[in-house]
């Protein structure tokens, strides 16, 4: 390859780049969009290899999961529109029978009458804050189709490009000198294994959590009193398991508070110790950082900084974005020698 090719190849990479950073500017309103249809395109492919397998049919694998895809987002949008109204009149009922409860339980302890009235004000700006997020998301429904119609398209048209991608990619880098290329397609093969790793310890973790839900409010629940609807409670924790943190938190919480105003608060207090300790302590120092370690070969503390971090930082987009630079900045720094003297 002449000097001119070489050249050209790498002023091409450096305009690439400085496109793309100009780029992120424009679309910043709607970069967690097209975040999420990046992820969401990679977990398509993954799905997509697995299917074609079954059913060996490549246009037939395409079309049913596009169309899965429409159906469910679809379909969420419109039954949450279509009952916004209701679900914020349930919930003003619920915070309202809860604020009778708990008065109803602490007038026997003749409290002095600011804490009741302070208690009042906390259940009304709870009832409130709910009632204007909730409105605040039908009142900007423009904005949100926008976003979901940016995610839509975009993953979509990422996933079903992909190969086209792939082959102008390696073209691209193709005729780069040696360690030039395998800088660039260490990173993207690294890229490929942490995203395949993040989702995999996401939905291990999302099993125990909810596995340890459902064992520990069954033994509560036999100790005390029967806890009801536990697969359901275990089955809402495993769903917020994705976003690390505050996950369990929005199940256990209530319920135990449920239980310590409703006469009961033997269970309330176990319910939210068990759901401290057990479902929120540990999942993140302990399993989270355990089984990221596995899957993505790292060592354990950088998978507990990602997913802590990451979260704090990017919102739940870093989820993704918190293990993946902690763990390519430590690849590149343990490798770089490796990479620039291309030795295996």
């Not at 102008?168 to 993207?188: G, K, M, N, W």
């Amino acid at each position: 390859m002449t000097s001119e090719t070489l050249r050209a190849k790498r002023e091409i990479l450096l305009v690439a780049i400085a496109l793309i950073l100009g780029s992120i500017f424009i679309i910043f309103p709607f970069l967690d969009a097209i975040i999420l249809a990046v992820v969401t395109a990679y977990l398509l492919s993954m799905l997509h290899e697995n299917l074609t397998h079954y059913i060996k049919s490549e246009l037939l694998s395409t079309v049913v999961i596009i169309s899965g895809l429409l159906a469910t987002i679809s379909g969420g949008i419109y039954l949450f529109f279509s009952n916004i109204f209701e679900i914020i009149q349930r919930l003003n009922v619920f915070t309202d029978s809860m604020e009778e409860l708990f008065l109803s339980t602490i007038e026997p302890l003749n409290l002095p009458p600011y804490i009741s009235s302070n208690i009042s004000d906390f259940f009304s700006q709870a009832s409130s804050f709910t009632t204007d997020f909730l409105l605040g998301l039908f009142t900007s429904m423009p904005y949100f189709l926008i976003q979901t119609g940016i995610f839509l398209v975009a993953s979509i048209y990422i996933y079903k490009d992909r190969k086209r991608i792939y082959t102008a990619f390696d073209e691209l880098i193709d005729d780069l000198p040696e360690t030039e290329s395998r800088i660039i397609r260490s990173i993207v093969e690294s890229i490929d294994q942490i995203f395949r790793g993040v989702f995999l310890t996401q939905m291990m973790v999302a099993g125990i959590m909810a596995v340890l839900a459902a064992a520990g409010f069954y033994i509560i629940g036999s100790l005390t009193t029967p806890i009801p609807l536990v697969p359901l409670w275990a089955l809402l924790i495993g769903v917020f398991a994705i976003i690390p943190i505050i996950a369990a938190f929005m199940v256990y919480t209530p319920l135990a508070l449920y239980y310590l105003v409703a006469a009961e608060p033997l269970k309330g207090s176990m319910i939210f110790l068990y759901g401290i300790i057990v479902l929120q302590i540990l999942p993140e120092i302990l399993f989270r950082p355990w089984v990221g370690s596995r899957n993505l070969n790292e060592h354990p503390l950088i998978i507990f900084i990602g997913f802590i971090a990451g979260p704090l930082v990017f919102g739940v987009k870093g989820i993704i974005i918190g293990p993946l630079m902690l763990i390519l900045t430590k690849q590149f720094i343990l490798n770089y020698a490796d990479l620039v003297s291309g030795q295996d």
